[in-house]
């Protein structure tokens, strides 16, 4: 697979709708924020790459009307050719638009993977992966009752790189609520497919509104749940779904204290305890580091 996937963005500057970027640097295995921005709105492209969103994902598909998507399409390509870098929703593997999309985007310079919409069998990513002369990750947008009972074999497939929740289409899918009990099971089949499969933790399904009380509960739901990333709709939700998926400056004291003393023991193990700890504050160090979160000063 193409270490596209973890690519830094660089800076870059070009004029019109030409990427003018903050440098990336949280890899895309880590990326907690994924937001989406609609293919038909070319003019925001920048202004969505300068955010501060771990992830940028230029949607061609639920975002576009079928009438559109060439258009769309084309101002995608455009930006990825002068600069600009992002993920790209493409449109499903059954639809007539799937083959366009790739064979217009795998020459893109600027493309750092795509999003398979409504995947439900490893084949679909498979051939995805393929028609991207295996050069691109993908990451697998499931969407359906098929797609979850399926989850644990799209994350097998060879070019799988995150699994991802597409709630609201799931929700019409099955006529299940938005209630985070009614959501546990496809969230939970995600993320044991996800560590089946040897692939980082998938990214949750949007919040839709503006409320950011709502948007922290849902998002410590996501957490709680095992998932490590979340889409977002808007800009505005980033800095919330950072904070709440990045460990606390308490949970990173505590990492670095019981990292310390595991080392200034010889790094002895002392009972049953001991291996689940160092396993959840190296986890812990690995993503303050990513994300840039201190302990507490004393």
């Given at each position: 697979m193409s270490s596209q996937g973890d690519a830094v963005v660089a800076a870059a500057s070009n004029e019109g709708?030409?990427?003018?970027?903050?440098?990336?640097?949280?890899?895309?295995?880590?990326?907690?924020s994924w937001l989406l921005v609609?293919?038909?709105?070319?003019?925001?492209?920048?202004?969505?790459d300068r955010s501060a969103a771990d992830g940028i994902i230029l949607d061609i598909e639920d975002a576009v009307d079928p009438s559109r998507?060439?258009?769309?399409?084309?101002?995608?390509?455009?930006?990825?050719?002068?600069?600009?870098?992002?993920?790209?929703?493409?449109?499903?593997?059954?639809?007539?638009?799937?083959?366009?999309?790739?064979?217009?985007?795998?020459?893109?310079?600027?493309l750092q993977g795509v999003m398979l919409a409504k995947t439900e069998t490893p084949r679909q990513v498979e051939d995805t992966f393929r028609n991207l002369r295996n050069s691109f990750p993908v990451i697998a947008l499931v969407e359906s009752a098929v797609g979850i009972e399926s989850a644990t074999d799209i994350a097998r497939a060879d070019g799988a790189f995150r699994l991802a929740f597409g709630s609201g289409d799931f929700r019409r899918d099955t006529g299940m609520s938005a209630d985070k009990e009614a959501m546990a099971y496809p969230r939970a089949k995600l993320v044991v497919a996800s560590r089946c499969g040897n692939l980082p933790g998938p990214i949750d399904g949007p919040t839709v509104g503006s409320s950011h009380p709502v948007l922290r509960e849902q998002s410590a739901t996501t957490v709680s749940m095992g998932m490590t990333g979340k889409l977002c709709l808007d800009?505005?939700?980033?800095?919330?779904i950072n904070e709440v998926i990045s460990p606390t400056p308490t949970d990173v004291a505590w990492a670095n204290g019981f990292l310390a003393d595991f080392e200034a023991r010889g790094c002895v193990i002392r009972d049953g305890s001991d291996l689940p700890r160092l396993g959840r504050a190296?986890?812990?160090?690995?993503?303050?580091?990513?994300?840039n979160v201190s302990a507490p000063a004393t």
């Open positions: 709708q030409g990427a003018v970027r903050r440098t990336r640097s949280v890899p895309a295995k880590l990326a907690r609609p293919a038909t709105k070319p003019e925001v492209f920048s202004d969505a998507k060439p258009q769309a399409r084309d101002a995608v390509v455009e930006w990825l050719s002068s600069g600009g870098e992002a993920w790209v929703r493409v449109n499903d593997a059954s639809s007539e638009f799937w083959g366009e999309d790739l064979a217009a985007l795998r020459d893109a310079p600027g800009v505005e939700q980033v800095p919330v190296r986890k812990i160090a690995e993503l303050a580091d990513a994300f």
